[in-house]
C-alpha cells in the first residue's frame, strides 16, 4: 500500500536524432530497414492479452515500392469485435483500480523502450509502411509518441493533486474516475504517435479500450503493442483488432456500455459516428464522450512587409512534408501581388530542388502517398485544375503509380479565391496559391476566415506588430493553432497543444491536461467532521 505521494519523473521532450551520414543512429536505422526488409510478418489481433490470427490474411505492401510485401495482418470479424469488447471489461476493475504510479510507470516504461531498444525498429516500420522519410518518422512515431506517454504522465499527476479548497472543518476532495465501460479508439495512416496516444491517452486514466487503427498504419501498429506489452500493460486494457470500420461501429455503437471514443480522421465520418451515437443514446449507461481531430482547409497568409524568404520555407515545408499528408498541411496561401514575383522566384528554386523517391534514399525530401485510393482523389483534383481557365499550375501536376504511389509536389495559382483547391481538403502535395492587391489585406482576412468549413491551423507572416495583432483578432475562430511566423504545421506536445475547432472537431487538445480530462468523470467528495445535530438555524430562534 502506498504511504508516500509520488512525484513523477522530470519531464522533457524526446531530442530528434538527425541521423547524419556517418552517426550511430543512421547506421542502426539502414540494418533495421533491411532486417524489415528480409521477412515478411503476420501481425496479429491483441484480445486480452493473447494474440489472434484467423484465416483471412491481407497482404500488407509498402506505398512507394508496391513490390515490397512486408507481411499479411489477420482481418477479423464482428465476433472479435465482441471478444475485444468482453475482454476491456473484464480487465476494468483491476486496472482503475491500480494505483495511479503503477499505470504511470507502465507508460513511462514504454517511452523508455521506444526511444531506446525500439528506435530503429519503429522508424523502420514507419518508413516501410507509411513512406515517411527519416525525419518524418523521427518527430512522429518516437519523439510525439514518447512524449505523448511522459507528458500524458505528467498531466495525470497534476489533475490528481488539484483540489477543491476545504473549510473549518469540513475536508473536500476530488476523485477522477474512469469512465464507466470501454473507450473505443479509432485511428488514422498518417501518424504513428497518434495510434499510440488515442488507446494510451484514456488508458493512462483507468479506462480499458478496443482500438482499430487503419489498414495501412497496422505494420506499425503491431510495434506499438510490442512495446506496451514488454512495458508490462496488462491482458484486455488495450485490444487492437483489424476489422472493417463499419462493421465495427455497429457493434461498438450499440453497444451499452460504450463510454466513449477517441477519433482521429476524416469530417464526414465523425459527422456519422456522432450522429450514430446521437441516435443510440437510449442504450448506453452514461452519456459517451465523443473526442475527435478531423479535417483541415490550412492556410497561409503573408503580409507584403513580411520575411520573404521565411515565407518561402514555410511553404515548401508546410505545404509537401509528408507529402502534405497532415491535417495541418498548409493547403492554401494568400500572398500580397507586390512581393509575389520574389516569392515565385524563390518559390520555384527551392520545388525545383526537391528530390522524389524512396525514403531509403536519406536524400529524398517527397515520397509516395499512402495508397491508391489516396492517389486517385489527389490526382483527380490535379487532373481537373490542368483543364480549368481560372487556375494555373506552375510547378509539378505529375504523377505515377506503376511502381508506387508518387505525385509530384503540385503548385496551383487561382485568380479565384474560392476555386475548389482553395475550400476542399485534398490531404496529398498540392498548395493552391490567391495572389491579392496589397490594399486588400483586410478583406483577405476576412476570406481566409470564411473560404473553408475548417479551423484547424493557419499561419500569419508579417514583420509590423499592428499587423500580427490585426490579423490574430481576424482569425479568433479560424485555426484552433495559429502561428505567427511559422509554417502551420509540427505541434509539440507540451509546448502547443494541438486541435481544432468547426468542421476541424471538438478541439480537445493532444498534448495538454485539457485532452486527458475527457477520460474522467469526477466525484466530488465532501467530509464533515462536526455534523450538525439540530435541524434548526439561527435565524429562526425566538426573538
Not at 521477412?39 to 493473447?50: A, L
Not at 505528467?154 to 489533475?159: D, I, W
Not at 499510440?196 to 483507468?206: C, I, Q, Y
Request: charged share 25%.
Amino acid at each position: 500500500m502506498a504511504n508516500a505521494n509520488y512525484t513523477p519523473p522530470f519531464v522533457y521532450n524526446e531530442p530528434v536524432l538527425q541521423h547524419e551520414p556517418g552517426s550511430p543512429e543512421r547506421e542502426e536505422l539502414i540494418n533495421a530497414l533491411e532486417a524489415a526488409k528480409s521477412k515478411t510478418v503476420d501481425v496479429p489481433m491483441y484480445i486480452g492479452g493473447k494474440k489472434v490470427y484467423t484465416e483471412d490474411k491481407v497482404k500488407m505492401r509498402s506505398p512507394y515500392n508496391l513490390s515490397l510485401e512486408l507481411g499479411t495482418f489477420n482481418k477479423g470479424t464482428g465476433e472479435h469485435v465482441k471478444q475485444a469488447i468482453k475482454a476491456a471489461l473484464a480487465a476494468k476493475k483491476e486496472w482503475e483500480e491500480m494505483p495511479w504510479q503503477d499505470r504511470a510507470a507502465i507508460f513511462l516504461r514504454a517511452a523508455d523502450l521506444l526511444v531506446g531498444p525500439y528506435r530503429a525498429k519503429m522508424n523502420a516500420a514507419t518508413m516501410l509502411a507509411q513512406s515517411k522519410n527519416i525525419y518524418q518518422a523521427e518527430i512522429d512515431c518516437i519523439c510525439e509518441l514518447a512524449d505523448f506517454w511522459r507528458f500524458n504522465v505528467q498531466f495525470m499527476y497534476e489533475m490528481y493533486h488539484n483540489q477543491p479548497e476545504s473549510s473549518s472543518k469540513i475536508w473536500n476532495r476530488t476523485e477522477h474516475r474512469p469512465l464507466e465501460g470501454f473507450v473505443f479508439a479509432l485511428t488514422p495512416f498518417n501518424f504513428t504517435a497518434i495510434a499510440g496516444n488515442l488507446p494510451t491517452a484514456p488508458a493512462l486514466m483507468g479506462n480499458t479500450v478496443v482500438w482499430k487503427a487503419a489498414e495501412s498504419q497496422i505494420y506499425s501498429a503491431n510495434v506499438i503493442m510490442e512495446i506496451l506489452e514488454e512495458a508490462g500493460l496488462p491482458a484486455g486494457v488495450v485490444n487492437l483488432i483489424h476489422v472493417d470500420g463499419p462493421q465495427a461501429g455497429d457493434i461498438v455503437f450499440s453497444h451499452r456500455d460504450f463510454a466513449g471514443i477517441h477519433f482521429t480522421g476524416s469530417t464526414g465520418v465523425f459527422k456519422t459516428i456522432w450522429k450514430t451515437i446521437g441516435e443510440q443514446l437510449d442504450k448506453y449507461r452514461s452519456f459517451p464522450r465523443i473526442v475527435g481531430e478531423t479535417g483541415g482547409k490550412d492556410f497561409v497568409l503573408a503580409h507584403p512587409n513580411c520575411n520573404v524568404q521565411a515565407l518561402v520555407t514555410a511553404l515548401t515545408r508546410g505545404a509537401f512534408e509528408f507529402q502534405g499528408q497532415k491535417c495541418s498541411a498548409a493547403s492554401r496561401a494568400y500572398i500580397p501581388k507586390s512581393i509575389w514575383k520574389d516569392v515565385k522566384k524563390m518559390f520555384l528554386k527551392d520545388l525545383k530542388s526537391l528530390k522524389m523517391g524512396p525514403p531509403e534514399d536519406f536524400s529524398n525530401f517527397i515520397n509516395a502517398v499512402i495508397d491508391e485510393r489516396a492517389f486517385d482523389k489527389i490526382t483527380n483534383f490535379i487532373e481537373q485544375a490542368k483543364k480549368d481557365k481560372e487556375v494555373e499550375i506552375i510547378s509539378g501536376g505529375g504523377f505515377d503509380k506503376t511502381k508506387g504511389y508518387y505525385i509530384e509536389p503540385t503548385v496551383i495559382v487561382s485568380s479565384d479565391p474560392k476555386y475548389r483547391t482553395m475550400c476542399e481538403e485534398i490531404f496529398g502535395p498540392v498548395l493552391t496559391i490567391f495572389v491579392y492587391e496589397d490594399d486588400s489585406f483586410d478583406e483577405v482576412l476576412k476570406l481566409v476566415d470564411n473560404t473553408s468549413p475548417y479551423a484547424l491551423t493557419g499561419a500569419v507572416f508579417a514583420n509590423e506588430r499592428s499587423v500580427i495583432q490585426k490579423a490574430t483578432r481576424a482569425l479568433t475562430h479560424s485555426a484552433g493553432n495559429f502561428y505567427i511566423n511559422d509554417k502551420p504545421t509540427g505541434a509539440v506536445v507540451g509546448q502547443q497543444p494541438f486541435g481544432g475547432a468547426r468542421g476541424s472537431g471538438t478541439n480537445d487538445k493532444a498534448g495538454s491536461i485539457l485532452n486527458l480530462y475527457r477520460w474522467v468523470s469526477q466525484r466530488t467528495i465532501k467530509e464533515n467532521f462536526e455534523p450538525a445535530e439540530d435541524y434548526r438555524y439561527p435565524f429562526m430562534s425566538e426573538e
